[in-house]
Structure formats: structure tokens, C-alpha cells
């Protein structure tokens, strides 16, 4: 058995970036939460994607979370959300205590089906928000659920959690809607160990954001709390580290694009593989390269293969409306999101990932034709 290969883990730079930005932090003693690195990440990274202003949170949740509370999300409000995404996604809007319908996905986009989305509208005209999610760091056709979304005068909130370093026609996802959310999780293409941002070309949103996460700690020389706060902003330690790794994420995603042309070139002749889609509108980061499997492979078979090796692959994430927690709550479409999770395999995806690691794989998953 080989050396384990990670689905997608943590990858710092050679050049030790992050270090020099925490070791600032540790010599000036500001190792607690705010500071220089906060400041200058949300600013950075604002920059980067072409924001206007950002605030640097705990999570990627947290940043959906204060979306919706700056959206004016509340008790009972509807909000349109994805069924094939990660639950986090869909946890903030319980949390605003408003009530999930997930929509449907596309095969050509893998993401929020238009179509199904128009007939949510059509159902739902007084929903409050839409949340839309860039899956595996393929965009969703966007052009047409910002039309949807503008016609019904309604908040978009873009979950980029996955497609940071995407392109929509030229232009980063997660700056499109209303408000976008990046997450830096472990398994992000970058990382800050945990972490999430907000974006948002609404500055006084965005201030008002900063003030929730800091425990709404009204200006005054005592603790004075007018409003319901949140203990959501990120450290200067974390930030430290997410400076650094902005600096090597054009690396990081060429690298990843690297990976899925190997796959795409290897794997693809094979009967009954089918690689997710690219469209001539989206510059995917290819965050973790997936295939769809329409044969009698089927995903256990990889996914065990791969395992014996000491090799993480995952499936394809379980839609929302299927979970325990969620069924209860409606669903708009046709079961695609169903078919996508049923046949879908992640493959290894790892930016460490020599060669010879790739090699290893794609050989395994040959012997099983």
C-alpha cells in the first residue's frame, strides 16, 4: 500500500508567506482576534475579486449566516436554496429561523437549475432571498438567476465557497450577488485552517456586518449591547495565514486544472465515465475534480478500490431534501441533484498530488473496466 492520498488537503507555500505573517503577529504580541491581518486580508481579498469591502469571519457559515441577517431574512421568511450542496449552505437559513425550498440542479451546470428555479418563483412570489452556490468551483449559469432574481426584486446571496479563483464570462464568482461568502476551510483551495469571508459592494452592510460579529458592542465605555450579536469574527492568527495563501492561489488552481485535464485525459475514453461539465462562460477552479458514472462501474466500486490503496475519494454531495433534517421541508425540480449524487464520485484532488500520484489512481480505477 502507498503513501495516503488526501481528497484535498491543507497546502502551504514553499515560500513560507503565512509564516511571516503570523510571526508579525506574534512578535507585536496581537494574537488575538482582530488586528493588522485581519484588516489587510479583507481588504486584499476584496481587491482580488474586484469587492468593494469584505469581513473576515469565523466561517464560511458564518458569512452565509450574516448574509441573511443583513438581507433582513427573518422568522418565517422563505429563502431558495440548492438541494445539491454541502448542509451548510442551508443550516443559516434555520438558524434565522426562515424556511428552506430547495431547488434543483442542471447536468449542464451541476448547480441551481434556472428552470426550476422560475418555478419556485412562480409558487413562492413572496420569497426573501435566493442563495446560490458554485458547486466544485463550477459557476452556475448566473446571467439567467440574477434575471429571475431582479425581476422579483429579490437578495442574492452567492455561496463561492467552493470556486474561489473561478471565473463567470471574465468576472469572479461570489461578486455577482448581492452578498458572496468564500470559505477557507481545510479543504478549501486555500486555507486559513477555518475561516470565511463576506463580500459585498455595500460597504455600510458589510460595517454593519463587522459590528454583529464583534457581539454588537455598541460604542460606549461600558459593555452596551442594543442588538443580538455573534462572537463571528476571525483572528489575526488565521488572517495571518490566509494573506499568505492568497499569494499562491493562482498556483493553487492552476494546479487543480491540471489535475482534472490529467483525469479528463485518462479517464474519459473509458465506457460509462462522464467528467463534469465546462462551459464556454466558466473558468472553473476545478476544486475537486468529479465524474458522473452511467455503467455497471458504479461509485462504491472506485470509491472502495481507491480506499484498499489508501486512497480518499467521497461521493457526490447527498441533496438536501434527502437528509433527515431537511426532508420535511419542499423541493422544486425534476431529480437531477438525486441521479448527480447517485452516479458522482470526487475524485483525489490534492495540489500536492505528484505525477505518479495521479498515475496511481487513474490506474486502479482502469482495472475496474
Keep these: 500500500m502507498g503513501d495516503r492520498i488526501f481528497l484535498s488537503s491543507p497546502h502551504m507555500s514553499d515560500e513560507g508567506y503565512e509564516q511571516e505573517y503570523v510571526k508579525k503577529a506574534f512578535d507585536t504580541n496581537w494574537i488575538a482576534p482582530l488586528g493588522e491581518n485581519v484588516n489587510q486580508f479583507e481588504k486584499e481579498l476584496a481587491a482580488m475579486v474586484g469587492s468593494d469591502d469584505a469581513a473576515a469571519l469565523s466561517s464560511g457559515t458564518a458569512a452565509i449566516h450574516l448574509a441573511l ?7 418565517g421568511d422563505i429563502v431558495f436554496c440548492p438541494t445539491l450542496t454541502f448542509s ?57 438567476i440574477i434575471e429571475l432574481c431582479k425581476k422579483h426584486n429579490v437578495v442574492l446571496i452567492e455561496d463561492a465557497a467552493e470556486s474561489l479563483g473561478t471565473y463567470y464570462k471574465g468576472r469572479h464568482t461570489g461578486t455577482f450577488g448581492d452578498y458572496g461568502i468564500f470559505s477557507f476551510n481545510g479543504n478549501k483551495i486555500i486555507t486559513t485552517s477555518g475561516g470565511g469571508m463576506l463580500v459585498s459592494d455595500n460597504v455600510e452592510r458589510i460595517e454593519k456586518v463587522r459590528f454583529w460579529a464583534t457581539q454588537s458592542r455598541d460604542q460606549a465605555r461600558h459593555y452596551q449591547h442594543s442588538e443580538l450579536g ?8 488565521v488572517a495571518g495565514i490566509g494573506r499568505g495563501q492568497l499569494k499562491v492561489l493562482d498556483r493553487r488552481v492552476e494546479k487543480k486544472r491540471y489535475i482534472f485535464e490529467f483525469y479528463k485525459r485518462e479517464l474519459e475514453a473509458l465506457n460509462g465515465i462522464e467528467l ?8 472553473p477552479n476545478f476544486w475537486l475534480s468529479s465524474i458522473i458514472l452511467t455503467g455497471k462501474v458504479r461509485p462504491i466500486d472506485i470509491m472502495i478500490a481507491l480506499e484498499k490503496e489508501n486512497i480518499e475519494s467521497r461521493p457526490i454531495w447527498k441533496p438536501m431534501h434527502k437528509q433527515p433534517f431537511f426532508e ?42
Aim: glycine residues 4%; proline residues 5%.
Design 69 to 75: 441577517k443583513a438581507a433582513g431574512v427573518e422568522k
Design 88 to 144: 451548510a449552505t442551508a443550516n443559516p437559513i434555520i438558524y434565522q429561523n426562515a424556511v428552506p425550498v430547495f431547488i434543483d440542479s442542471d447536468y449542464e451546470t451541476w448547480n441551481m437549475d434556472p428552470n426550476a428555479l422560475e418555478e419556485a418563483f412562480e409558487k413562492y412570489p413572496e420569497v426573501k432571498a435566493v442563495i446560490v452556490v458554485h458547486l466544485y468551483g463550477l459557476s452556475a449559469d448566473m446571467d439567467r
Design 230 to 237: 455573534y462572537n463571528y469574527r476571525m483572528s489575526n492568527i
Design 276 to 283: 463534469m461539465p465546462s462551459n464556454e462562460w466558466n473558468k
Design 328 to 369: 420535511k421541508y419542499e423541493f422544486v425540480g425534476e431529480g437531477v441533484s438525486e441521479k448527480l449524487f447517485e452516479n458522482g464520485v470526487c475524485l483525489p484532488s490534492d495540489t500536492k498530488m505528484t505525477d505518479k500520484d495521479l498515475s496511481r489512481v487513474v490506474n486502479i480505477i482502469k482495472k475496474l473496466w
